[in-house]
């Protein structure tokens, strides 16, 4: 009876996204019969999300934030719809990527935030949904590692030490903020973010290693001004231990590995891996540029016409969407952290996995492609949150 209650469309919707997961994250050549079925996965989850997004947008009062994800979808959907009628793909490095991608992109993002408004309200998704869900997205985060490392990289399973630049690190970005949900065993987010951390470190990528550093700082600060005096001590102790493992771990690789070495070595040097040239050829491109251009941008991956993806979703909207996408993309983000504050003002436990979904994601925007990458791990509990605001608001009202 409990496997059956279990049986919705809420949990088959999150279970398509995972399995659409290995083609997302370029790992589908090792499960072909997977990466051959991606269209599908999506394509239905798509009908899904587009469904329900109209549900709310129908019976659901539309805030200050809906209203800029509302316009912020919209201008995404008119710049795509452009793209794919002027064009059947952009080049990048030699590759031909669809140009139907920068619409889907957007659309996978933030279509599933009011998808799973909806499922919330319906009370498909709770508290102790995402918590049973995001033992899966560990287990697929750290899987799908492993197969990036020896699968795609054509490492032997010997070769653990052999670090190369993993992009699987952002999924353990995505991933921090569902610690929240297990606040009520902290040893088992203590062992979470050990966790999290040591994948993230050993993948060496830079902006994402930052990222879950800033969160875990930020866990730990929280966790002590709102904890009783032996969770206080037991929080040092686990910071401690983990400060020290962490300097254990990196002198390690330090030592042993040349690529962990020259990583650190070029980020001292202020090397930013090429990225700092084609930023400046983007911006100098855009600020040279006509007033309709400057105002509207260059069109849907207008960088790929260019030279290369920004990397920056700031620039990137810059250059693509101009002053116009850009102050909506900005709006987008005052608007959350203005309703984070609200909520640490107020005093709700909230606040505490708004500002974990902060740090992980809004700090994302400026090292990677947040806008078109976003996956359920982020768009699930974003959705949640708003809907258990929304919840709480009309209990207020009645």
Request: charged share 15%.
């Amino acid at each position: 009876m409990a496997i059956m209650k279990q049986l919705n469309i809420c949990n088959l919707y999150i279970f398509i996204w995972v399995l659409y997961m290995f083609h997302w994250q370029e790992v589908g050549a090792a499960f072909p019969l997977l990466d051959s079925l991606s269209n599908v996965f999506l394509g239905f989850n798509l009908l899904i999300s587009i469904y329900y997004s109209f549900i709310f947008w129908v019976k659901y009062k539309q805030n200050a934030i809906f209203k800029c994800i509302n316009l912020l979808i919209l201008s995404f959907v008119i710049y795509g719809f452009f793209s794919i009628l002027e064009r059947d793909y952009v080049g990048i490095g030699g590759r031909h990527i669809n140009s139907g991608t920068y619409l889907i992109g957007a659309l996978r993002t933030f279509l599933p935030i009011y998808t799973c408004f909806i499922f919330t309200t319906l009370g498909y998704i709770t508290e102790k949904t995402i918590r049973l869900w995001s033992w899966v997205f560990f287990a697929q985060c750290i899987y799908i590692y492993f197969v990036s490392r020896f699968v795609i990289f054509g490492l032997n399973y010997g070769d653990f030490g052999e670090l190369i630049t993993n992009n699987t690190a952002y999924l353990f970005v995505s991933a921090f903020p569902l610690i929240y949900f297990h606040k009520n065993k902290p040893i088992i987010q203590y062992v979470l973010i050990a966790i999290l951390l040591f994948f993230t470190i050993t993948s060496i990528k830079r902006g994402a290693i930052l990222i879950v550093t800033i969160a875990t700082f930020y866990f730990f600060m929280h966790t002590l001004k709102k904890a009783t005096f032996k969770i206080k001590l037991l929080t040092v102790v686990v910071l401690l231990a983990l400060v020290y493992a962490g300097i254990d771990v990196v002198a390690d690789l330090y030592e042993n590995s040349d690529t962990f070495q020259h990583r650190v070595e070029t980020t001292f040097e202020g090397n930013s891996s090429g990225r700092d040239k084609i930023a400046s050829i983007l911006f100098n491109i855009y600020i040279n540029s006509d007033i309709i251009h400057l105002i509207l941008g260059y069109g849907a991956d207008g960088t790929l016409d260019v030279l290369a993806y920004a990397h920056n979703d700031w620039l990137e909207m810059l250059f693509d969407q101009g002053i116009w996408g850009l102050l909506l993309f900005f709006s987008f983000w005052i608007l959350l952290f203005e309703q984070w504050k609200k909520q640490e003002v107020n005093k709700n436990s909230l606040a505490f996995f708004l500002g974990l979904w902060l740090i992980c994601n809004f700090t994302r925007t400026f090292f990677s492609m947040w806008y078109s990458m976003a996956n359920i791990m982020v768009t699930m509990p974003l959705g949640y949150y708003f809907a258990t605001l929304d919840s709480e608001k009309r209990k207020l009202l009645k």
